[in-house]
């Protein structure tokens, strides 16, 4: 059965740090490009950035370009997501998410495009 954990979620203070992991399990994750996506109370999920399977294409959304970068260990079948300077606009519960792509260097923000998620992890940034 593929499963995707989130972990790493909490409260922290506006211009903190969050690292998020999310851990495969029951399938290779060698294979599947990965994105992270949150959704606010009220709001439409919205995509933040992905990883292709190899580790060797990103893409980010505008709103996290230059405070967030994730990463992978395909090896611990886990990908990351680093969080810095977080904001209040950035509470809201964050997903994993995963599709089969072998593309190199492309991956989509796009929520149709993934098959498998996570339950989520709740962050608060807030003072």
């Known amino acids: 059965q593929l499963q995707l954990v989130e972990s790493g979620g909490g409260l922290v203070q506006p211009g903190g740090s969050l690292r998020l992991s999310c851990a495969a399990s029951?399938?290779?994750?060698?294979?599947?490009?990965v994105a992270w996506f949150r959704q606010a109370p009220g709001k439409e999920r919205e995509g933040l950035s992905c990883i292709t399977a190899s580790g060797s294409g990103t893409n980010y959304a505008d709103s996290v370009k230059g405070r967030f970068t994730t990463s992978r260990d395909n090896a611990k079948k886990t990908v990351y997501l680093q969080m810095n300077s977080l904001k209040p606009e950035d509470t809201a519960i964050y997903y994993c998410a995963a599709y089969s792509s072998l593309r190199t260097y492309f991956c989509p923000i796009d929520p149709t495009s993934y098959d498998y998620w996570g339950q989520g992890t709740q962050v608060t940034v807030s003072s």
């Open positions: 029951g399938f290779t994750l060698d294979y599947y490009a």
